[in-house]
């Protein structure tokens, strides 16, 4: 790298344009999302009462800053859709950009989960009406770390959110 130890104004000072890797994108984007763990208690609230949730149980450890975990009794996610749940501009609720003309929900992009799941890791627990069994996956950088486990539980999703991953706080 040239380090230019005057104010000249020629090309020996400037320095390329490069591509962000995958990784730094990903994260800055978590940041600039969840800037802090009430907005990321926040994003999944809004998943909770876009799911007809009539009852959403909170719990938070150190302020956030160790654990969310956010508990409804929505419509749960199908066991098809956990796979892709916490990638990038994945949601149920838009199919076009005309779509958002008549949008009637908190949130509809899809970064929420995985910007969190960036910089932290992430446990999705979730039942269907029609499901026989509740399912379990869980998440690192947008990604399924293996298929749905079968397990039991409630109508609705529980979303458990644990800062281990990185140390220190959301967006960092």
């Known amino acids: 790298m040239t380090t230019c130890l005057n104010n000249k104004m020629d090309d020996t000072c400037l320095k390329p344009?490069?591509?962000?890797?995958?990784?730094?994108?990903?994260?800055?984007?978590?940041?600039?999302?969840?800037?802090r763990p009430a907005n990321a208690l926040k994003e999944m609230?809004?998943?909770?009462?876009?799911?007809?949730?009539?009852?959403?149980?909170?719990?938070?450890?150190?302020?956030?800053?160790?654990?969310?975990?956010?508990?409804?009794?929505g419509h749960g996610i199908r066991e098809e859709d956990l796979p892709i749940v916490c990638q990038r501009f994945t949601t149920s609720k838009l199919k076009q950009f005309s779509d958002l003309q008549t949008i009637s929900t908190y949130g509809f992009r899809g970064e929420a989960l995985s910007s969190?799941?960036?910089?932290?890791?992430?446990?999705?627990?979730?039942?269907?009406?029609?499901?026989?069994?509740?399912?379990?996956?869980?998440?690192?950088?947008?990604?399924?770390?293996?298929?749905?486990?079968?397990?039991?539980?409630?109508?609705?999703?529980?979303?458990?959110?644990?800062?281990?991953?990185?140390e220190g706080n959301f967006g960092e």
């Open 45 to 73: 609230i809004e998943n909770s009462l876009d799911a007809k949730a009539s009852n959403i149980q909170i719990t938070v450890k150190e302020g956030g800053l160790k654990l969310l975990q956010i508990q409804d009794n």
């Open 17 to 35: 344009i490069l591509k962000l890797d995958e990784t730094v994108i990903n994260r800055i984007a978590a940041g600039e999302i969840i800037q």
């Open 116 to 166: 969190i799941s960036h910089i932290a890791h992430v446990s999705i627990t979730t039942r269907t009406a029609n499901s026989r069994c509740a399912f379990q996956v869980l998440y690192s950088d947008s990604k399924p770390k293996g298929p749905p486990k079968p397990c039991a539980g409630n109508q609705g999703t529980t979303i458990l959110v644990q800062m281990t991953k990185y």
